[in-house]
């Protein structure tokens, strides 16, 4: 058996943030993979460091600082013919049944958030989950991280998936990694006993999230490789190129869902 974590909508949307942004008027340039400068260890920059209401930094943010520019990589699984993991093309159509992953790897340690939301109502924390990661949204450099990846309800407990399921809609997926922890996101969700229920966040939360970048995007898709790792063959990578302000890094992915 395996875990089948059920969406009720067709289109599927991941909104993915890196911290270092957070106002309207989002910038992307999309770049071929064979013309594309997007390192995943890009030169270090001379960064100014931006104090966010939101946000609790470690330590005394300075006001100017070498740094790297944040960079994001994810790729989509799916469960492919005799219940194979294979990697998807994020392009193609998906239909009633089919199952998938999402795997997002950062070039620098933050703070992940995967948030589910239906259409433009309240989400639901995906990430931090207490099943991976022991509950922690605190993530590693280089280090995949694959959402949902632990059902221990199940026979298989590595064995589970998000399943695409009717009516039709929008489902989205707003995956947010950032420098410092944010005030009002869960950086922490303790196990607990019986069936797991994600924690809610509002949509005016949400919005608010989104709608505050500054960021300035590239993008570059194809089969891209971060050192040390196999090539991924459909992957996508974006890096926040803001120097102004290059506290998160904000993409979304759209998955197609015709029945």
């Not at 998000?162 to 995956?175: D, L, Q, S």
Request: proline share 7%.
């Amino acid at each position: 058996m395996h875990e089948k974590v059920n969406m009720r909508s067709v289109v599927f949307n991941f909104t993915l943030v890196f911290t270092s942004l957070i106002v309207s008027g989002v910038s992307v340039t999309v770049v071929g993979q064979k013309k594309s400068s997007l390192f995943w260890d890009p030169p270090p920059a001379t960064i100014h460091r931006v104090q966010k209401a939101d946000r609790r930094p470690s330590h005394p943010l300075p006001a100017k600082e070498t740094g790297t520019f944040l960079t994001l990589q994810w790729r989509l699984l799916e469960r492919g013919n005799k219940n194979v993991q294979q990697e998807a093309d994020p392009t193609q159509v998906f239909h009633t049944g089919d199952q998938v992953k999402l795997a997002i790897t950062a070039n620098q340690t933050g703070y992940l958030y995967v948030i589910q939301r239906m259409n433009s109502g309240d989400g639901n924390f995906v990430f931090p989950d207490p099943r991976i990661n022991n509950g922690l949204n605190n993530v590693k450099k280089n280090q995949e991280y694959v959402v949902p990846s632990f059902c221990p309800r199940f026979p298989d407990p590595n064995d589970c998936w998000w399943e695409m399921t009717p009516p039709a809609g929008r489902e989205n997926f707003i995956v947010v990694f950032s420098r410092d922890k944010f005030d009002k996101l869960p950086s922490h969700v303790a196990e607990s006993d019986g069936d797991y229920e994600y924690p809610v966040i509002k949509s005016d939360l949400i919005e608010d999230l989104i709608n505050a970048s500054r960021q300035k995007v590239r993008k570059a898709t194809g089969q891209l490789t971060i050192p040390g790792k196999a090539p991924a063959r459909f992957a996508t990578r974006l890096q926040n190129t803001n120097i102004e302000d290059n506290e998160e890094l904000i993409a979304t992915i759209q998955l197609k869902h015709a029945d």
